[in-house]
């Protein structure tokens, strides 16, 4: 097997994210070492990764399973506080090109969960550190299902699916990593360019023009996705005609109202 530590400090090429790497054969959740690290100072663009983790973190609250053969990475960034609402798009647009110059077509499920044939392949986990108003850093936390089947994993079966089980092959992690790191850097530095990257993230958004259910915690409201709005918010059509903006919760497709 290939050592990716030694295949990335050899081979990535971007000026700053990915070239402090931190590898982890096995850890608890690569959110925790890439925390510690950026309250020390770590500089933006440190990178963990970890070939298996033993407490996954999800979003809302939920575990993330991250066998051997998944990619779990963690990345410090510090963009300034003006743009985070932009850090969902430009991270899952990355995933969507890596996979993309990897010959895959992905898209996006709002707000950032990267899906392939309807099922989930990354989930993307954004942390905030801030001290006051002041935002000292963020962690941008993706796991890719790259080479394990999920119907391993009777929790995920129904939902989830890898590169392996849609190319029919190993797909090498090393590279998927180079890719993402790379396409990150990419596109973190078009963060001054908010429309054009806010309308490249719609276009590849699954979510658009379909029925969704969105959990909202306490509620599950009902409606039609219309757009994503500047600010990242997608809008929805409500049964009643009104249109509500949602800053997060967890989405259902329920079915294409295009057809
Ligand atoms: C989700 O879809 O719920 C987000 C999943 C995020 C998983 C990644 S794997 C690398 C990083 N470490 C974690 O514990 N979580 C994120």
Redesign the pocket.
């Known amino acids: 097997m290939v050592n990716i530590a030694a295949y990335l400090r050899q081979n990535l090429k971007t000026h700053y994210i990915g070239k402090r790497l931190h590898y982890f054969e096995v850890i608890g959740?690569?959110?925790d070492i890439a925390r510690d690290l950026a309250e020390k100072h770590a500089p933006e663009g440190t990178a963990v990764i970890?070939g298996k983790?033993n407490?996954?973190?999800?979003?809302?609250g939920?575990s993330?399973l991250?066998p051997v053969g998944g990619l779990?990475?963690?990345i410090v960034l510090r963009p300034p506080v003006k743009k985070i609402r932009l850090i969902p798009a430009i991270t899952s647009l990355a995933v969507i090109h890596a996979l993309h110059n990897m010959g895959l077509k992905a898209d996006i499920k709002w707000p950032n969960?990267v899906l392939i044939g309807g099922k989930?392949v990354c989930?993307?986990?954004i942390e905030n550190g801030f001290s006051e108003a002041d935002l000292r850093y963020m962690v941008i936390?993706?796991?890719i299902n790259v080479n394990f089947d999920t119907y391993a994993f009777q929790e995920i079966t129904d939902i989830a699916t890898s590169l392996s089980m849609e190319t029919g092959k190993d797909v090498p992690v090393e590279e998927v990593a180079l890719q993402l790191y790379t396409e990150l850097e990419k596109l973190y530095a078009k963060i001054g360019e908010e429309d054009a990257v806010i309308r490249e993230w719609a276009c590849h958004m699954e979510t658009l023009g379909k029925r969704v259910r969105v959990s909202l915690g306490s509620r599950t409201i009902e409606g039609t996705a219309l757009d994503v709005n500047g600010s990242g918010n997608l809008l929805l059509r409500l049964d009643d005609g009104s249109v509500q903006g949602i800053t997060a919760g967890d989405v259902t497709h329920v079915r294409d109202q295009k057809h």
């Open positions: 959740s690569t959110m970890a983790q407490v996954g973190r999800g979003r809302l939920r993330w991250s779990a990475t963690s969960d989930k989930g993307i986990l936390g993706i796991g």
